[in-house]
């Protein structure tokens, strides 16, 4: 099952074999024994401004866009980002709420602290698909991170979550991510997953989403510049 559900996920038509498949009963079966959330997302609809797809369709679309993303990559960082967004959202069901939004006049689906559910469920589900304790710890990080974005802006705002966008902010970011790895190509990694997230989303909304990204990997790229360029001096 593992071979064949790594086949779908790292295709170039994730959406599509994956519901060719689903419909099988015996990969279905096998595949709810160990991810039974599947049919939760399959059924959360996710009706807010923000989504267009219930909550699997986003999932399945944000795979097949990471996967157009990583491509010239090595195959084991294409597998830890189509598993990155395979799971990113699988504990949405669980904390799913309807809400009253004043920004948007009506009433809303919300997911807070999804990100969260994911990782614990990405902790039970990753030992059974054949990743090293190092890649999973790795999946779980971009799984809790995959959201940062929401809370970074590239002016000041009236939100005192909202943080704005500078170098520091970049560097605080990197060594955070050293204690899981390279911070640097984490944080690659993680725009890779914002980008993906942001494609598989309501296109009238994500302009800004986007905006954010090229800017942030704008200034990871000076950081990297200016890193090298310290280190030839230092030689």
Same mark, same amino acid.
């Given at each position: 099952?593992?071979?064949?559900?790594?086949?779908?996920?790292?295709?170039?038509?994730?959406?599509?074999?994956?519901?060719?498949?689903? !419909?099988?009963?015996?990969?279905?079966? !096998?595949?709810? &024994? /160990?991810?039974? !959330?599947?049919?939760?997302?399959?059924?959360?609809?996710?009706?807010?401004?923000?989504?267009? #797809?219930?909550?699997?369709?986003?999932?399945?679309?944000?795979?097949?866009?990471?996967?157009?993303?990583?491509?010239?990559?090595?195959?084991?960082?294409?597998?830890?980002?189509?598993?990155?967004?395979?799971?990113?959202?699988?504990?949405?069901?669980?904390?799913?709420?309807?809400? #009253?939004?004043?920004?948007?006049?009506?009433?809303?689906?919300?997911?807070?602290?999804?990100?969260?559910?994911?990782?614990?469920?990405?902790?039970?589900?990753?030992?059974?698909?054949?990743?090293?304790?190092?890649?999973?710890? /790795? /999946?779980?990080?971009? /799984?809790?991170?995959? +959201?940062?974005?929401?809370?970074?802006?590239?002016?000041?705002? #009236?939100?005192?979550?909202?943080?704005?966008?500078?170098?520091?902010?970049?560097?605080?970011?990197?060594?955070?991510?050293?204690?899981?790895?390279?911070?640097?190509?984490?944080?690659?990694?993680?725009?890779?997953?914002?980008?993906?997230?942001?494609?598989?989303?309501?296109?009238?909304? *994500? &302009?800004?989403?986007?905006?954010?990204?090229?800017?942030? +990997?704008?200034?990871?790229?000076?950081?990297?510049?200016?890193? &090298?360029?310290?280190?030839? *001096?230092?030689?």
């Amino acid at each position: 099952m593992i071979e064949k559900l790594d086949e779908i996920l790292l295709s170039d038509n994730v959406v599509k074999k994956f519901y060719e498949n689903y !419909e099988k009963s015996d990969f279905k079966e !096998e595949l709810l &024994k /160990i991810l039974p !959330e599947i049919e939760d997302c399959k059924n959360t609809k996710q009706d807010n401004p923000w989504h267009i #797809y219930n909550c699997l369709d986003h999932i399945l679309h944000s795979v097949e866009s990471v996967n157009k993303f990583s491509k010239g990559m090595d195959e084991n960082t294409r597998r830890i980002l189509a598993y990155t967004m395979f799971l990113h959202d699988i504990g949405k069901p669980m904390c799913y709420i309807r809400r #009253y939004s004043k920004l948007y006049k009506r009433e809303v689906d919300s997911f807070f602290n999804h990100n969260l559910k994911s990782v614990e469920i990405a902790k039970r589900v990753l030992p059974k698909l054949n990743f090293s304790e190092n890649e999973q710890k /790795i /999946i779980e990080l971009l /799984i809790k991170e995959h +959201d940062i974005f929401m809370f970074i802006s590239l002016k000041p705002t #009236y939100n005192q979550h909202h943080k704005v966008l500078d170098m520091k902010l970049i560097e605080d970011k990197i060594n955070s991510y050293d204690q899981t790895g390279n911070g640097e190509e984490l944080l690659k990694m993680l725009l890779m997953v914002g980008r993906a997230d942001s494609s598989a989303q309501n296109p009238e909304m *994500t &302009k800004s989403s986007f905006e954010l990204l090229d800017a942030m +990997d704008n200034l990871l790229n000076e950081y990297i510049e200016e890193s &090298k360029h310290e280190e030839r *001096t230092n030689l």
